[in-house]
Every structure is written in C-alpha cells, then in structure tokens.
C-alpha cells in the first residue's frame, strides 16, 4: 500500500524541460513513475522522453488526469506554480525549489492547506515507493522494498540511511523527504500518522537535524 504515491499515481512535471526537470523525470520514468504530462511556458508542443509537454497546468489538465505535481522551477515563480498546480485538483505537491522567499512559503502552504493539497517541500527530495515508483530525486539503486519508513529533513541522509538498511538486507516501504527549512507543508508528524495506518510498514526510522521543533513535535505525537 506504502504512503503518498503508489503505482496508479499520475504525476504532471512542472519545469519539465530544464536541466533538473528533464534529468528528473528520466530518472523517475526508469523508476517506473507514471508521468503523464510535463509544463514549461512557452515550450508547449514539445516533448520530453515521450512525457507531452503544455505552457499551462490547466491545459495539460484538460488533455490529462493527474493527482501530482512534482515542481522543478526557479525560486521566483515557484508561488504562481504552485497555485497553478493547486487550482488544477492536485492532491499531492512535492517542491523540490530551494531558497524561495519565506513569504512565498508561508503562502504556498497556507493555499495548499486550505485546497486540501498535501506539500512536500520545499527544498525537498520527495518520497520514493522502492521498485514501484517515485516522485522526487531519490537514487533508486540505494533501496529496496521493504517494512521500513523512513521520514528526514535531509534528502542526502534518507539516501545514506537507506542504502544502509538495504545493503544489510533490510527494506524499505517509503522513504519521505520533507525539506530542511525553517517550514515545511508536510512534517515528521504527518509521516509517522500516515506510516502508522500503513500495512505495508512496520518500522519507523526518523531522521532529525539541527533547527527547529518538528523531532520534539513528532515524538510527543508518538
């Protein structure tokens, strides 16, 4: 079952045609991510590895069903995506963009709080379902299926943990990065609530890093 995405979850790529989009999305497809449809302004009529490519959200929407958004654009238009994104019905917005403007932030969560929108970000890795699927940048070659959640701050050190666990024979049923900025839409907190109701988990691993209260917020949760 894992959390957040499985194998039906149709993912649109916002910056689809840059450097990070267009490697990201390769990386995802190989991983066997169901991309239907990617956005770039001005780029509509291309394509990227066969993923169709649209100037608007709300055109990929009309010719395609998506439930997430995965978005790879510069800090200062990341707001106006986001809420494009947003407006479209997405369900689940990972953002990986860093060093958005902590204005920007506060606004994005708050539009995708009260659309019902899940924000994973920003400044993130995103999650990764092994040998099924992911949305973000995880490594695929670092893990593998298993009954451990992993939920961290750092990208880099849910890769480490990881690779860790499967080199030792031990897998993984999701593994979540949630960003290390001072805010984020989705915390520890969520994670753990939602890797409590997931069959397909048995073990928590909890990454912290310095700054903040979320550790302190997800163990009084516990």
């Not at 956005?39 to 490519?53: I, L």
């Not at 204005?103 to 899940?118: F, L, M, P, R, S």
């Amino acid at each position: 079952m894992s959390i957040l995405i499985n194998k039906d979850t149709r993912v649109l790529v916002q910056g689809i045609t840059g450097k990070s989009g267009s490697l990201q999305t390769k990386a995802m497809l190989d991983a066997g991510t169901n991309i239907v449809a990617g956005v770039t302004p001005g780029k509509g009529g291309q394509e990227v590895f066969g993923v169709p490519v649209y100037n608007y959200v709300a055109e990929a929407k009309r010719a395609h069903d998506f439930d997430a958004v995965i978005c790879f654009v510069p800090p200062k238009v990341a707001k106006d995506s986001c809420f494009e994104a947003i407006d479209a019905g997405a369900k689940l917005l990972v953002l990986t963009t860093e060093e958005i403007p902590m204005q920007d932030v506060v606004e994005i969560i708050a539009y995708a709080k009260a659309h019902g929108t899940t924000l994973i970000g920003p400044g993130c890795a995103g999650v990764i379902v092994p040998e099924v699927c992911k949305v973000g940048a995880h490594p695929v070659r670092f893990f593998r299926k298993g009954k451990v959640g992993i939920v961290s701050k750092s990208g880099a050190l849910s890769y480490e943990i990881g690779k860790t666990l499967s080199d030792r024979g031990i897998g993984q049923s999701a593994v979540v990065a949630i960003g290390g900025g001072p805010i984020s839409g989705f915390t520890q907190r969520d994670a753990i609530a939602l890797y409590e109701k997931d069959p397909d988990t048995e073990v928590i691993v909890l990454l912290g890093e310095i700054g903040g209260g979320s550790e302190e917020a997800a163990a009084a949760y516990i």
